[in-house]
DNA sequence: GATGAATGAGGGTTCATTCAT
DNA sequence: GATGAATGAACCCTCATTCAT
């Protein structure tokens, strides 16, 4: 059996906090959860806690950019493979992944609004949102050439709605959560249809 | 000088202190304001508070009812003067109200969030916000009939997509809040593009 | 119908208010009662209990006062009325009444202990308590004298034990009161029997 | 100098809080005492306190046990050395200690007292209180047979007794404790004297 | 690196008391 | 005399953080 070495042990603990924080803070916001409550939760006391995070707003921005980084990520891979043919099943699977966990969604929102009360908090967040911003803007226009379409509108206007709606149904699912991804289809189809088939 | 009777200061006080928690809140969300902070910044003592509000909570609920209130009225009175003339103005002057104020549409976000995590606060959230969905459905559906257009989805996804764009973009508004509402306006003339003419 | 005049309005205000303490105090205990509890079971403002007593303590002393004379009252009372008929059975009369009431015995313990703690009850409730235990020692005395008997031990102490025996019986009395009054009974029959005939 | 181990030095912080506890519901009553005293009279932080105990209420219970627990164990250990030559003097000794400590006599009534208020207190106590009760009646129980002597009443009732003139003597004491003691003593005699010989 | 006892600031809430009405 | 809004000191308890083990 692979004994883990100190670093991997080190790194694996990290990670353990990290999820445990995403759930304590998705459940009870940042104010709201207690380092005891993430750190027990992952199996570990408050001590080892601050070895790996030097404080509450270390893990909460560490886990502002791990979300940010993977749905940079997911955004990267999907321009990598848009084509014709399986684009609109990717872009659903992606809103499905994007609305289907609760928790997520609200981490999400609790992210965006913490980010906003906190200087400290906002300087490391705004980067990585631009950051976030201009590959979903890249992503977009990719698309619209795919498709031949004339956007209706400012790409970045365009993306920003994106976002918003992204926030605004994990703010909005009540408990029935059935139908959350319904307005982002919605604007979709829409957009869609409002665009202009270009000129050849 | 018209001295205040005792249940006028008492009124006073108590919007006073309303105001005053608004403030709060979307500073630093439910959890980060302190009934201290409240008070206080009312230029009351934490007594006074109590003797107002029987707990953080109810002050929080209270606010709710207030702004859900008057978003309910906003939206009724918009309903009653519907005129094919002054529509747009309308609601681009009601969109820019509710964007306007900064702290108001943090306050909104909090308030939504906070609803979902808490069970006592959720139960009256729920009622109010029922209310207001079902006005602003009623609202959508006269402005179709108005327009003699037919909606291209069904009223009640689009009104869940409106209150998404617009709590949505209060997360995302940045410091910089000049472009807050484009989301909102993109929305509308997409929609209203995307509606067959009825037939006559 | 007779009009209340301003001086009785005042007295039965008092008394009511009195009468609430009396509760309160039992339930609760001095600290754990609070005024406004007292004031708004005896259907007054905090404002009234402030008109009629200077403070909580003034309240509790005046409480005391009025629960010591009642007890004074009813041991000179019994003595009054001594003679060999009737004395037994006033006597047990008169002990149903002390335990029969679980509130006025838990009250009793907390005048007790309260006054032991609070320096300035101390001075009120020690003169009190001197004149209940004259007045007992000379009820026993005349006791002893119509029954012939001569006391197996100094009058002071035949009279501590019965005071502590009734306070003690008041706090081991749980939920289920039914023997409370069977230590007096035990200790008074014993009383008796250890009493030698006086020669005559 | 020994260094006091982690565990060692938790149980020391726990018993001096304990010891701090129990000064302080004796001076002040429950209700009075508050946990910032107890902690800083035992020379810790508030926090120090609720890493010990859950509660003050926890400790109150703790104390409770505690307290119950040494007096079980006293009982049982006169059992264990009851014979006729030093049955009295240990009886005297026990009394003596139990009536020599004024602030245990104030715990023990305020105990009593608190237990019967709280429902959360009164679950734990009961229980206690049924253990030590039990081992009093085996007490007299072995006490009677021993000195051949037949009870005057039901053994439940004098132990009941026994307790009641404790506890009330505690109460009754005034600041002048000098005389506390000599009820129980007096009940102790008169029981003897009450007794009949038992038949060979 | 991990532990958890301890700190100390502060949070929500209660309450005796005051005083303008 | 009665009212109850307001005060301000405490109270019970939580929690981010530190540090000896």
Redesign the interface.
Known sequence: MARLSREESRVRTREMLLASAARAFA??????ASVDDIAEDAGFSKGAFYSNFASKEAIFLALLEVRKQSEIMAVRAMIAEVDSDKLMETLTTWLDALHGDRDFA?LA??L???A??SESL?AGY?AL?KRFSDELVAFIAVVFERLELTP??PIK??A??F???????A??A?HQNQ?AG??MR??L???I??SATRAR
């Open positions: 459940r009870a916001g940042y104010s709201g609200l929102a609790e965006e609004l913490q906003r009360r906002a705004e949102q209706p509108a206007d365009i920003d709605t976002i918003a709606i992204s926030n605004g149904s703010l909005a009540g139908h319904r307005s919605l604007f189809d829409m957009l249809k409002a």
